[in-house]
C-alpha cells in the first residue's frame, strides 16, 4: 500500500461570517438554527443503528493492537465512580481522575489527556454555550485549550472525542433488550422511544433534550474539524455506551457498567491512543498551508474580492474576512480518480480558509464551501459539492471527484474502502440491530464528493437594489428553464442561498447563477420530479408540496421552482427593499409567510400562510411596495393563483403558470420597459434581515396580555411575568418557602438565575395534573352560563393524539370522539385554511360546541336548528347581536360523526356569526390560555377604554371554569357596568380600527375622545437622549408625584385628560411596546438600576391609561417590587446601611401599591399567582436583617 503524503491535521475551523448560515461561537449550534431545522433531533433519532456488542464495536473500529507495556491496568480503574449521583459533577470529577491516571511508565489514554469543560463558558446552562462535560485532546494541544477564552468554542474545534454525562443508569438514551432474548424478540424491541413525542412524561423530555443537545456538540465538532466520523461515550451512573458518528447516523454499542466491565471502555481509549488520526476520524486530504500559500491566498482572495464589490479600505478588508481567518489557511486535495487511480496528474491543490457555508445537520451531505484559490494559476474558484452544467447561467464544473480516504506520495489504485464514506448503513440489517419506534433505521450510503466550480460570487441577499434582484433572479429562472427544456432537470432547491451575484464586464447588474443542483432529478414525461423524497429550503418551498392536503407521493413540478423563485422574491423584498409594513407587521407576515410549519406524522408541513396568500392575498393585500415592485410582485401572484374575485380566473385562470412562457415573456419585457431603483436596499428591522437571530424562548416578549375583557387581536408588548431571583444561601426555614420567588441577600454579589415566566409554570402545572383533570376544553361554566368551548393548544395536541387520561373518558366519549376521526381532514380542507387564524380559531370553537350530545347533537333532527328547544346558555347565545362580518364569511366546521351537515348548517350559521363578537379569551394570572363563549357576560356587559369592571376567572382542580365580573371602583345605582374588550394601553387608532372590524361601533368614552383631540401625536425623542429622560422624569413626577422617595397612586379615572402637551408623545404608538420591551430586557439581564427607572416609568404610563385598581397595573408594581429586591441582593456588598433601608422602604413601597390593588381583584386563575408572591416577598422584607 503506498504511504500517505506528510500533512498536518487541520483542527479550530473558521465558522461562515455570513448570518443566513452559522455563525461563530454562541450560534454554532443546531439548537439555534432557525425552524424547522429543529427538527433535526427525529432525523437523527431514525438514523441510530445499536445495540452492537460491545466487543464487536471496538473490533469494528480499531485494528488490533497488543496492550504493551505502557497499558495501565483496568483492574479496579473505575471503582471511584459512584453507581448514581444527584449531579453529573459527582460521576464526572472522579472519572476524569479515573481516564487521566498515569504512573511513570503507563497511562490510561497515552498522549491524550481529559478535561472537564463544561465549565469552560459563561453561561453553563444557555443553549449555544454548553459545552460537554469532558473532552479529550492531544497532550500538544492542552495548552491552546487551557489559554482560550471560555467565550470560544476551541473545545470543540481540539476534542478528539467527547463524553457526555448523566447521574443516573435509569437517563441512559436507550434501552437494551435482554440478554437472552430470542432474535424474533430483538426484532421487535424498541431500543428507543425518544422519538416518540406522544410520551410526555417528565424524564422523556429530559432525555430528548440531554440526547438532542449531545447530537449538537456532535454537529458542531463536525463543522470545527475536518472529519469523516468521530467517536462519543455517553455515561449515565456507572453504565456507559460508545457511539461512532457519521454522515449517515450513529452506531451505538451495548450498555457495559463500569465497575463490572472496565476492560472495554479501557480497551477502547488504548486502541484510540494507538489508532492513527485516520482511523480516529480525521480527512487526511486537508493539511494546514505553509506561510507563503497563506499569503498568496490572502493577496488573491482580496484583488478578487475588490473586483467584485469595488470596495476599498476598512470595508474591503471587512469583506475580506467573510474568507479569510489569518493563521487558518489550509489545503485541500480535490482527486480526479476516474480510473480509480490517484497520483499527481489527477490530483489538485487548492487553497481554503474560511467557508461560507457549513453544514447545519448532521446528517446529510454536510455540504461545506470555500471560496478557495487555486494557487497554480493564482485565481478564485468555488469549492463545493456538486453542480450541472450545459445551459444558461450555471457554473461551469473545473475539477471533481469521490474523496479517498488519503493522498498517496505517488500512483496508488483506490479500492472501494480507501474512499471516505460512510459505514453505519452498512450495519443496519446486522442480526443485533434493534428496531427504532418499531422500525427499521432507513439508512443511505454517504460518499464523500469534492466539486470545483470555476464561478464565484456573492449571495443573493447581498444585491443593491431591485433593478439587480429582478435581474438576477430573471437570470436564474432561464437557468431553471434551459435545464428543464435541453436537459429535463428539475432543480427542486430553488433559494436564496442557492442564487449567487457574480460581476462581469458589459453588465450594469450581477449575473444571476443558480448553483446548488445536487438534489436535481430528472423529469418524466408528465414532467414531474423523479426524484426521491421531500426536498427543498423550507421558506420558499411550494406551499402545495408541503402542505398537510398533499398526498405522501407528491412529485416536484417545474411551476413549484417557479413559485419558490417568486418567494426568494418577495422574501428578498420584506427585508431589503422599502415598504410599508411596521416592524411588527413585517415579523408576522415573515412568520406565517415562510416560517410557520407543523409536525405530522413525524413530517414537517406547513404552507399555511402561502396558501392563504394565494387565495386571498392575506398577508400581502396591505403591502405597498415600490411601484414597479409591486406591479411585478402583483402580477406575479395573479399568474399563480388569481384571487377568487379577480376576473382573471375566468379569463386565463391558472393556464399563465402551467405554461412557463407567459412568466418569461412578461418579465423580459417588464425589466426593458420599467426604470427600477438601482441603490435602494435598506435593512429592515428582522433577525432574518440582520442576522440576529433570537433565541426561540426571546419569544416570550412579543407575546401579548390578554385583556381583562373580550377578544383582541392586537395588543402593546407588556413586561412578562417575572420571577426574583432564586435563594443563594442558607436562610431560616420560614425563609425557605420562597426559594423560587424572591433572593434573600446574598454575601456573593453574582447575578441571581432567571425564574421561568409565570406562562411557563402555568403549563408546567397542567401538564402535572392531566392524568386527572378534566381537559380544560370540556369544563362546564356556572349553571346559568355556556362552557369554555375549546382550549387553543388542546387543538394542536389532539392533531396528534387522541385523548387517553383516566379524567378525559367521559368527554372523549360524548364530542372528542365525534371530532377527532376527521378532525385532521378538516383542519387540511382548502376551506379552513383560507381562513385568518382569528377566524380559524373561530371554526375550532364551533366545531366543538356541534359536538356536544348535551345540547343538539343527541335531540330529535326537528329540533336540531329550533333555538327555542335548546338549553339556556343557547337561547341567550342566539339573542345576542351578529357580527359585523356575518354575511361575509363561510362557516366552515368540523361535521361530527353521525351528524347531517344539511341538518346542522342552519344551527352552525347561527352560532358562527356570533362568535367573533362574543369571544372571550381566558387568563390565569393575566396568562392567556384559552378561548370561551360566555352568552350571559355577552349580554349584559358592555365595552369601555376607562372600565369600571373587569372580568377574571376562577380555575379549580375537577371543577368548572367560573367567570366573575370584579368591580374595581365603586359604582353608583344606575350606572353601566362595563369592561373592556380589548386593551385600554392600544393606540388609539389601533383600538378604534379593532372595535370597528370585530364589533361594528365606535367608542366615544373618556379616552377615545381625549386621545382622538391629541391627533397626531408627535413621535418621542429616541430613548436614551437627554430630551427623552426629562419627559420621562416629568412623566413619573406626573403620574406618580414621584420625589425620589415616594410613589402615589390616583384614586380617580381620567388622569389622562390633565396630560400637560409636553407628555402627549407618550401616546404615541411607538413608545409603549420599546419602553416595556427595555423594562422586560433589564429586569431580566440587568443592570438592575436601569431596569427600575424604566419599571416606575412604565407604571407612570399605566395609571396614566389604565383606571384605578386596574390589574396590570398592580402585577407591574409587584415586578417592580422584585426587581428592587432582586437588586438589594445582587449589590449588597457594595450598599450602605443607609442604602438599604431605602431600598427596603422603595420594595415595601411598591409592594403596598401591587397588594392595594390585587386584593380588589381578589385571587383569580389557578393556584397561587400574584397574591401568594405578595404574601412571600412581604415577609420577607419585613423579617429583621441578618
Not at 195 to 224: C, M, P, W
Not at 369 to 384: E, H, N
Not at 892 to 917: D, I, Q, W
Request: aromatic share 8%.
Amino acid at each position: 500500500m503506498a504511504a500517505p503524503i506528510s500533512t498536518v491535521r487541520v483542527y479550530d475551523v473558521p465558522l461562515p461570517l455570513d448570518p443566513s448560515s452559522l455563525r461563530p461561537d454562541e450560534d454554532a449550534q443546531p439548537t439555534n438554527i432557525p425552524i424547522p431545522h429543529q427538527g433535526h433531533l427525529q432525523g437523527v433519532l431514525d438514523c441510530i443503528v445499536g445495540p452492537m456488542p460491545v466487543e464487536r464495536f471496538i473490533r469494528s473500529c480499531f485494528r488490533s493492537v497488543p496492550s504493551g507495556p505502557n497499558k495501565l491496568s483496568s483492574r479496579h480503574a473505575f471503582k471511584a465512580v459512584p453507581n448514581q449521583a444527584n449531579a453529573a459533577s459527582d460521576i464526572y470529577e472522579p472519572l476524569i481522575a479515573a481516564l487521566n491516571k498515569q504512573t511513570r511508565f503507563k497511562s490510561r489514554c497515552p498522549g491524550f489527556v481529559f478535561e472537564n469543560t463544561s465549565t469552560r463558558t459563561p453561561h453553563p446552562r444557555k443553549a449555544g454555550f454548553m459545552k460537554p462535560h469532558i473532552c479529550c485532546f492531544k497532550t500538544e494541544h492542552l495548552d491552546v485549550i487551557r489559554s482560550s477564552s471560555h467565550d470560544s468554542r476551541a473545545e470543540l474545534g481540539y476534542t478528539e472525542l467527547f463524553i457526555d454525562v448523566k447521574g443516573d443508569p435509569s437517563h441512559d438514551f436507550f434501552a437494551d433488550p435482554p440478554q437472552d432474548a430470542s432474535q424474533a424478540q430483538r426484532e421487535a424491541h424498541r431500543f428507543c422511544t425518544l422519538g416518540n413525542h406522544d410520551e410526555k412524561d417528565d424524564l422523556q423530555e429530559a432525555l430528548r433534550k440531554h440526547l438532542g443537545l449531545h447530537i449538537s456538540y456532535v454537529t458542531e465538532v463536525f463543522a470545527r474539524q475536518r472529519r469523516a466520523f468521530l467517536f462519543t461515550a455517553s455515561i449515565s451512573g456507572s453504565r456507559a455506551r460508545l457511539f461512532r458518528w457519521d454522515r449517515s447516523g450513529c452506531l451505538v454499542s451495548e450498555s457495559f457498567d463500569l465497575h463490572e466491565q472496565p476492560d472495554f471502555l479501557c480497551d477502547f481509549l488504548w486502541l484510540f491512543s494507538q489508532a492513527s488520526d485516520r482511523d480516529r476520524g480525521h480527512d487526511l486530504t486537508i493539511s494546514v498551508a505553509s506561510s507563503d500559500e497563506e499569503a498568496l491566498f490572502h493577496s488573491t482572495i482580496r484583488d478578487y474580492v475588490r473586483e467584485q464589490t469595488e470596495l476599498d479600505g476598512p470595508e474591503l478588508d471587512k469583506a475580506v474576512s467573510e474568507h479569510y481567518l489569518p493563521g487558518h489557511v489550509s489545503v485541500v486535495y480535490v482527486a480526479r480518480a476516474e480510473d480509480g487511480t490517484v497520483n499527481a496528474t489527477n490530483t489538485r491543490r487548492y487553497l481554503v480558509s474560511r467557508p461560507v457555508v457549513s453544514p447545519s445537520r448532521l446528517i446529510g451531505k454536510g455540504t461545506t464551501g470555500y471560496w478557495a484559490v487555486d494557487p497554480l494559476a493564482s485565481r478564485v474558484v468555488f469549492l463545493k459539492d456538486i453542480c450541472e452544467h450545459g445551459v444558461r447561467n450555471v457554473p461551469t464544473v473545473e475539477w471533481h471527484g469521490i474523496v479517498p480516504s488519503f493522498i498517496p506520495k505517488g500512483e496508488h489504485a483506490f479500492s472501494g474502502k480507501d474512499v471516505q464514506a460512510s459505514r453505519t448503513d452498512e450495519l443496519c440489517k446486522r442480526p443485533w440491530v434493534c428496531k427504532l419506534d418499531e422500525e427499521a433505521p432507513p439508512l443511505r450510503k454517504r460518499l464523500h464528493y469534492r466539486l470545483v466550480c470555476s464561478t464565484v460570487g456573492y449571495g443573493l441577499q447581498r444585491f443593491r437594489g431591485t433593478e439587480e434582484l429582478l435581474h438576477a433572479t430573471y437570470d436564474a429562472f432561464q437557468a431553471m428553464r434551459d435545464a428543464h427544456s435541453k436537459a429535463g432537470i428539475l432543480h427542486r432547491d430553488i433559494s436564496l442561498g442557492n442564487i449567487i451575484l457574480v460581476k462581469e464586464p458589459g453588465r450594469i447588474t450581477r449575473r444571476g447563477y443558480l448553483i446548488d443542483w445536487e438534489v436535481s432529478c430528472p423529469i418524466d414525461e408528465s414532467g414531474r420530479g423523479m426524484g426521491e423524497g421531500l426536498v427543498g429550503t423550507w421558506p420558499f418551498m411550494a406551499w402545495d408540496l408541503i402542505s398537510p392536503l398533499s398526498p405522501e407521493d407528491q412529485k416536484a413540478t417545474f411551476q413549484h421552482d417557479m413559485e419558490s423563485l417568486f418567494y426568494v422574491v418577495l422574501y428578498c423584498a420584506l427585508l431589503w427593499l422599502p415598504h410599508n409594513l411596521s416592524e411588527g407587521q413585517l415579523a408576522t407576515v415573515m412568520n406565517h409567510m415562510f416560517g410557520s410549519f407543523s409536525s405530522a406524522h413525524e413530517e414537517w408541513r406547513g404552507g399555511h400562510g402561502k396558501a392563504l396568500n394565494a387565495l386571498n392575498r392575506t398577508y400581502t393585500r396591505d403591502l405597498h411596495l415600490e411601484p414597479a415592485l409591486g406591479e411585478w410582485v402583483n402580477t406575479v401572484m395573479d399568474y399563480h393563483h388569481p384571487p377568487r374575485d379577480s376576473p382573471m380566473l375566468t379569463e386565463y385562470g391558472l393556464s399563465r403558470w402551467t405554461n412557463p412562457d407567459y412568466l418569461d415573456s412578461f418579465w423580459a419585457n417588464f425589466l426593458r420597459s420599467h426604470s427600477l431603483g438601482r441603490n435602494d436596499r435598506v435593512i429592515h428591522k428582522h433577525p432574518s434581515a440582520t442576522g440576529n437571530l433570537a433565541p426561540v424562548n426571546e419569544l416570550d416578549k412579543c407575546s401579548t396580555l390578554s385583556t381583562l375583557g373580550k377578544f383582541s387581536k392586537t395588543s402593546h408588548i407588556p413586561p412578562p411575568k417575572r420571577k426574583a431571583a432564586q435563594q443563594q444561601n442558607d436562610r431560616v426555614s420560614k425563609r425557605q418557602k420562597i426559594c423560587h420567588t424572591v433572593a434573600p441577600r446574598s454575601e456573593s454579589p453574582s447575578r441571581p438565575e432567571r425564574g421561568p415566566r409565570r406562562s411557563q409554570r402555568l403549563q408546567e402545572k397542567r401538564a402535572a395534573s392531566k392524568a386527572s383533570d378534566p381537559p380544560i376544553g370540556d369544563a362546564r361554566m356556572t349553571k346559568k352560563d355556556s362552557k369554555l368551548i375549546h382550549e387553543k393548544s388542546t387543538a394542536r395536541l389532539r392533531r396528534r393524539k387522541g385523548l387517553g387520561a383516566p379524567g378525559q373518558g367521559s368527554s372523549w366519549r360524548s364530542h372528542h370522539k365525534k371530532l377527532c376521526k376527521s378532525f385532521n381532514a378538516f383542519t387540511a380542507s382548502a376551506e379552513y385554511q383560507a381562513l385568518t387564524p382569528h377566524d380559524q380559531v373561530d371554526a375550532l370553537l364551533l366545531s366543538q360546541l356541534l359536538a356536544d350530545p348535551s345540547q343538539w347533537h343527541a335531540r330529535p333532527a326537528g329540533d336540531r336548528a329550533d333555538a327555542s328547544s335548546l338549553q339556556d346558555p343557547f337561547v341567550t347565545f342566539l339573542d345576542l347581536l351578529q357580527g359585523p362580518r356575518a354575511d361575509e364569511v363561510d362557516i366552515p366546521f368540523c361535521v361530527p360523526r353521525g351528524a347531517n351537515y344539511t341538518e346542522v348548517s342552519a344551527l352552525a350559521k347561527e352560532l358562527y356569526s356570533r362568535f367573533g363578537n362574543n369571544n372571550f379569551v381566558l387568563h390565569s394570572h393575566l396568562n392567556s390560555y384559552a378561548h370561551g363563549v360566555f352568552p350571559l357576560a355577552s349580554r349584559l356587559f358592555n365595552h369601555c377604554c376607562v372600565p369600571n369592571a373587569a372580568c377574571k376567572y376562577i380555575i379549580k382542580r375537577g371543577e368548572p371554569v367560573v367567570m366573575q365580573v370584579i368591580a374595581l371602583q365603586d359604582i353608583r345605582k344606575g350606572d353601566e357596568i362595563t369592561i373592556p374588550y380589548l386593551d385600554p394601553a392600544l393606540p388609539y387608532r389601533t383600538r378604534r380600527e379593532a372595535l370597528r372590524v370585530n364589533y361594528d361601533f365606535e367608542c366615544r368614552c373618556r379616552l377615545c375622545i381625549y386621545q382622538r383631540g391629541i391627533e397626531p401625536v408627535e413621535r418621542p425623542d429616541e430613548p436614551g437622549t437627554d430630551s427623552s429622560r426629562r419627559m420621562e422624569a416629568a412623566l413619573r413626577t406626573f403620574a406618580l408625584g414621584f420625589n425620589g422617595e415616594t410613589v402615589q397612586v390616583p384614586t380617580a379615572p381620567g388622569l389622562f385628560e390633565e396630560t400637560p402637551p409636553q407628555l402627549r408623545p407618550v401616546f404615541h404608538e411607538s413608545y409603549l411596546p420599546a419602553l416595556a420591551e427595555l423594562f422586560s430586557r433589564t429586569s431580566h439581564e440587568g443592570p438592575f438600576s436601569d431596569a427600575i427607572e424604566a419599571g416606575l416609568t412604565l407604571l407612570a404610563l399605566y395609571v396614566l391609561v389604565y383606571p384605578p385598581n386596574y390589574p396590570q397595573t398592580g402585577m407591574h408594581a409587584l415586578e417592580l417590587a422584585k426587581t428592587v429586591w432582586n437588586l438589594l441582593c445582587t449589590a449588597t456588598a457594595n450598599l450602605s446601611e443607609t442604602q438599604s433601608v431605602a431600598m427596603e422602604k422603595q420594595a415595601n413601597l411598591f409592594l403596598h401599591i401591587a397588594t392595594s390593588i390585587l386584593a380588589t381583584l381578589g385571587p383569580e386563575g389557578d393556584e397561587g399567582g400574584p397574591l401568594e408572591e405578595i404574601d412571600i416577598l412581604s415577609q420577607v422584607l419585613n423579617q429583621k436583617r441578618p
